[in-house]
């Protein structure tokens, strides 16, 4: 065998089998990529909304952990609290929206999808969010405003019957 035989052998053997592996290891990562930024994604997210949670502690006073609203009457003030805190949730929702929501999910996006949907909807069960909604989706994505007024106006229909 002459050196250019050993050179041809040599690019078939690697055409043959590294070009191969190589793809199929690009491949693997990419993938592992795509995983992890999904999960950063949703670690942010979650993050945002725990943040979101220690402003409802700290404005306790408007009561907005329970599943209803307060019957009691709120000021002018504690209204344009509950306003902004809602204000900052719808923001965190359509966020989570642009970022996870797709129309064909994988299992992994799916599940990290569910969690924000059970959100809206914990959210939307209250009558002073759906009230909200109107004025806090003004100029949102329309895609997102779609979405949460379904999920909204299912949650109204709910607490109807």
């Not at 966020?95 to 809206?120: C, P």
């Not at 209250?126 to 949650?155: S, W």
Request: aromatic share 14%; charged share 30%.
């Amino acid at each position: 065998m002459n050196w250019i035989q050993v050179v041809e052998f040599s690019f078939y053997l690697v055409e043959t089998f590294a070009l191969p592996f190589a793809i199929l290891v690009f491949v693997i990562e990419r993938r592992k990529e795509r995983f992890v930024n999904e999960e950063e994604i949703y670690q942010r997210l979650s993050d945002e909304y725990t943040s979101f949670l220690r402003l409802v502690l700290d404005n306790s006073d408007l009561q907005l952990l329970r599943k209803s609203a307060p019957l009691e009457q709120l000021s002018e003030e504690q209204m344009e609290r509950k306003l902004a805190l809602f204000g900052i949730l719808v923001s965190i929702f359509e966020r989570a929206y642009i970022l996870v929501y797709e129309e064909r999910m994988t299992k992994q996006t799916r599940r990290l999808w569910s969690s924000w949907e059970d959100y809206m909807r914990e959210w939307c069960r209250r009558a002073d969010f759906r009230h909200a909604l109107q004025e806090l989706l003004e100029g949102e994505d329309p895609d997102f405003r779609a979405h949460i007024e379904r999920i909204a106006e299912a949650a109204e229909i709910g607490s109807r019957g």
